[in-house]
Structure formats: C-alpha cells, structure tokens
C-alpha cells in the first residue's frame, strides 16, 4: 500500500457578508439615531463668574429673550400658561430639571415667574444659563 495522503482543504472564512451586515447596520442606526439640535434664540446671556457645568442631560428650557417672550423648548408661550406647559413637560420620562436661558436685558419679573412655576410644575431642580466673562 502505498503511502495515502490525506488533503487537507483550506478553511477559507468569507467575510464578506460579515462586513456588508455591520455597514448596513452601521447605516441604519446612523439614519434612524435621534439628533437633538439646539434651537437658536438670539438672548445675551448675563456673565457670572461663580457655577459650575451642568450634567443633566434631559431638562426643560425655558427661554426669557429681550422682548419679554417666552419660549418653552422653542415654542412661545403666553406667561398664564408656563406653569401648565412646564407641568405637562415634566411628565416625560427622566426630564426632572428646568433650564432658565434668559437675556441680561430682560425684565427680572419674567425670571421670578419662570422659577416659581417651575417649582410649582414640579420640578427637581433649576439651572440658569450664564456665559463666563
């Protein structure tokens, strides 16, 4: 008998459809992700030279501008609805802060009243936007 020889055939590993799947999936969490952008509101924000960064992720912004209007995350609301618009805003899941942007140049009334319905809304805590000087 003569000497057999098995053969031995290469494992050949396609990856091929391994990287196909992780660039569709990479592309679908790219399209369907949620980007929240910032909603601009021209305000000239106090300076403050004590503070600190917040870390609260989910909040409630409430915008003071110059001519006395009121914006809750960028839609306007009239000043006898702000602790109902910010009572219904808190409802949602871990949004439990309130975020108080206010122009330097607005009415401090405004601000008062934005503070009180928030903690009348229910709200944990309150952050006030400022710019270092």
Request: proline share 5%.
């Amino acid at each position: 008998m003569g000497s057999e020889r098995r053969r031995r055939s290469a494992v050949v590993l396609n990856l091929t459809p391994l990287i196909d799947i992780v660039f569709l999936l990479l592309i679908f969490f790219m399209l369907t992700s949620h980007f929240i952008e910032e909603r601009v509101v021209p305000v000239e924000l106090p300076t403050a030279d004590s503070g600190g960064e917040s870390d609260k992720s989910r909040f409630v912004e409430v915008v003071v501008t110059r001519t006395g209007e009121l914006l809750v995350d960028g839609s306007p609301v009239l000043p006898g609805e702000l602790e109902q618009t910010l009572r219904g805003a808190l409802h949602a899941p871990d949004v439990r802060s309130v975020r108080l942007r206010g122009d330097q140049a607005a009415d401090l009334g405004l601000a008062v009243m934005v503070i009180d319905a928030a903690r009348l809304a229910g709200a944990e805590s309150l952050d006030i936007v400022t710019r270092r000087p």
